[in-house]
């Protein structure tokens, strides 16, 4: 009994000292073979490749983990040095899953030279293909596995897409002139570097008049039609254009449309394609508005080298789009170019106040005319442009970006009382350069025409050569004003200026007063704070993501040191505009204040008037009325109040109290007291 259990025990023994020596057997005949750099990935619409270059002519089976005895995921080399091995989708435990912004897929293929055994030559590969939906993803990282397995990544290229209105149909020419009635074709497309990869939708599309109206929505979220009179359910003719016809419209009284969309991009699944949104309801539904933050000015594309792109006359519709991660706008802004400034430093323009001037007011919101009168308080300093230099008095205003002059030859009919001959002569000028551009500049219910153009302008101790600025041919509602200086946050000579360095710091300071005719009126301090007529800032609030404007996000507003709204309220500091355009609500609080009614915007000079509070950021920051009230010729006062419906502006009655000061390095302003 003991012997046979003896041979028993000894023949397991003999088995796995065979087994180790073939082991050693194996590991002793070194495979004189090896890869050549790192594989190359190719992440398709269906399937995942991989390419491999070996050093000598490949024989072993290249297979994914776990699936070696699987004769679909597991390939054996023909005898080339070069080859490749190919992985669907859904097959050998290759799954897509969804993460943020993307959906990946993964899974790891080992390289064997030798056609039965893992070997020290071996290599053992981890694949990550990542699909971005959204934003573009770029990883790397590494894993320890049996072998050193390598991560290889590719990401696929986003589609650029674009939204065009096209002239009768869909191959028909670009379009930004149009007269009601009249057919165009909106289209969105995308070009894309991987074809059947992207599924396009378009959605949330509104129209706006551009001037700080509410949005009119024409598409839902889901991107179906609210008002099919209007535009109708799109149609999608692939996978990444979409379109539908249409005939012009516009706003009462306004003379452009802006058209913000939305488009989302997806992943094409690979069964059963695009799955665009939910079926859409054809019948019409009651269009809706919101609330949205205020639309400064703007420069739109006239003529360009001798080619007319919007007419002198009739409607102009202008297609601004605002796409997801994608934004197109056909605004051209004017760029300023500094060079060789003479001095650095602070320089300091006196501001007067000319009240003999006449010039209409007629500040539209909506399709209202809040007040038109005879008079309206401006405040300008003196600029020479040109060489020879040629004087100018300009209004310097921070609700606008453009430098402008009125050429000579220009419309004088619609600046009754100035003298055309003090208008800007370019062929005076030895350092004049015509851009060949013609643009036109919107200001909201008022709208100027210009040239595009460059020159030497020459102001305080500043001489800067080649200034783009404008000359303009048309300026409407603009009585007495021969030039505009905008300062506003995308202002080319602030940033400019900015660039160049010419200032000891990136601010400058704005404060007026009421003062009799020709007297100093105030002060405008670029390059540092005013500190003869201002005291020192406490706090600088942050303005809005709204870079047209020096625009805030108050917390509240109310009348006498009582609350009346609530934020946040957009409202823009504007030494352009000469009202306070206030709430509904503060409007008829202060009204409740007030002895007597007024009267075509007139009360007496005496009249006792309350505060204005505004809270921002914390800060409370008191306006007294009485720098609301502007004499006028018959012994009354114009009360310079208007309510602003959808529009909160803090006009020339906030820079009478405050010293505003604008940082355009960080996009700040600071509300200080004058000394």
């Known amino acids: ?52 270059k070996a050093a000598k002519p ?17 390939i054996v080399g023909d005898g080339n040095d ?165 005939h012009v419209f516009k706003f009462a009284d306004k003379p452009s449309l802006h058209f913000n969309c939305q488009i989302e991009l997806s992943i094409k699944d690979p069964k059963s394609g695009c799955k665009y949104l939910a079926p859409c309801n054809t019948a019409p539904k009651a269009y809706s508005a919101s609330n949205n933050d205020h639309v400064c000015h703007r420069s739109f594309l006239i003529h360009k080298n001798g080619i007319n792109i919007l007419k002198a006359s009739g409607l102009i519709t202008t297609s601004i789009l605002s796409m997801y991660l994608f934004t197109f706008i056909l605004a051209v802004l004017v760029l300023a ?57 300009t209004d310097f205003d921070t609700g606008s970006g453009l430098l402008w002059v009125r050429g000579v030859g220009s419309n004088s009919s619609d600046c009754p009382g100035c003298d055309p001959s003090k208008f800007f002569d370019p062929k005076l000028s030895t350092t004049y350069t015509d851009l060949d551009e013609k643009l036109f500049y919107d200001y909201g219910g008022k709208d100027v025409v210009y040239e595009k153009s460059k020159d030497t302008v020459h102001f ?80 600088f609030h942050t303005i809005t993501k709204v870079k047209s404007c020096w625009q805030n996000n108050f917390d509240s507003m109310g009348v006498n040191g009582k609350v ?19 709430p509904s609500k503060v409007i008829a609080a202060i009204n409740k204040t007030l002895p007597n009614p007024v009267k075509n915007g007139n009360i007496p000079c005496s009249t006792k008037l309350p505060t204005l509070d505004v809270t921002l950021d914390g800060v409370t920051y008191s306006l007294n009325l009485k720098n609301a009230l502007a004499p006028m010729p018959d012994g009354t006062c114009l009360l310079e109040i208007a309510d602003g419906k959808s529009q909160v502006i803090l006009g020339d009655p906030w820079f009478r109290q405050f010293c505003v000061i604008h940082n355009f390095d960080d996009y700040s302003v600071a509300f200080t007291n004058p000394k």
């Open 82 to 246: 070069g080859f490749s091995f190919s992985i669907g989708f859904d097959t050998c435990g290759l799954r897509r899953t969804r993460e943020l912004n993307s959906i990946s897929l993964s899974t790891t293929v080992v390289v064997s030279f030798h056609p039965i055994f893992i070997t020290k030559v071996d290599r053992a590969y981890r694949v990550n293909c990542f699909y971005t939906e959204h934003k573009k993803t770029l990883q790397s990282q590494l894993d320890v596995a049996d072998l050193t397995t390598q991560y290889i990544t590719k990401q696929t290229v986003m589609p650029v897409c674009k939204y065009e209105i096209l002239q009768g149909g869909p191959t028909g020419s670009a379009v930004r002139y149009a007269r009601i009635g009249e057919p165009v074709y909106h289209k969105w497309s995308c070009d894309s570097e991987t074809p059947g990869i992207y599924c396009m939708t378009v959605h949330s599309c509104s129209v706006t008049d551009g001037q700080g109206g509410e949005p009119v929505y024409v598409l839902d979220k889901d991107g179906c039609e609210i008002d099919r009179f209007v535009l109708q359910n799109l149609e999608y003719p692939t996978d990444l254009t979409a379109g539908q016809s249409a």
């Open 564 to 582: 009346v709204t609530t934020g946040p309220i957009a409202a823009i500091t504007d030494s352009g505009t000469s009202f306070l355009l206030l």
């Open 337 to 393: 170019t500094l060079a060789s400034p003479t001095n650095k430093g602070v320089h300091r323009i006196r501001l007067t106040k000319p009240i003999d001037h006449k010039r209409l007011y007629a500040k539209e919101v909506g399709d209202e005319t809040l007040y038109a009168g005879p008079f309206d308080m401006y405040y300008q300093g003196n600029i020479t442009i040109g060489t020879p230099p040629q004087t100018f008095l």
């Open 1 to 52: 009994m003991s012997y046979w259990s003896s041979v028993n025990f000894r023949l397991p023994s003999m088995s796995i000292l065979l087994a180790l020596l073939g082991a050693v057997i194996v590991d002793a005949i070194p495979i004189d073979n090896s890869l050549i750099g790192d594989p190359t990935i190719n992440c398709l619409s269906d399937s995942i490749t991989i390419d491999f």
């Open 460 to 539: 305080s101790d500043i001489n800067l050569p080649n200034v783009t600025l404008g000359l303009v041919t048309e300026a409407q509602n603009f009585e007495g004003i021969v030039s505009l200086f905008g300062i506003s946050p995308e202002s080319d000579f602030l940033n400019a200026a900015k660039k160049a360095g010419i200032f000891d710091a990136n601010v400058f300071s704005y404060h007026v007063s009421y003062v009799d005719k020709d007297q100093k009126a105030g002060d405008l301090v670029l390059g540092g704070l005013d500190t003869e007529h201002c005291e020192q800032p406490q706090r």
């Open 58 to 74: 490949f024989g072993g089976r290249v297979f994914v983990k776990g699936y070696s005895k699987d004769t679909n995921c597991n």
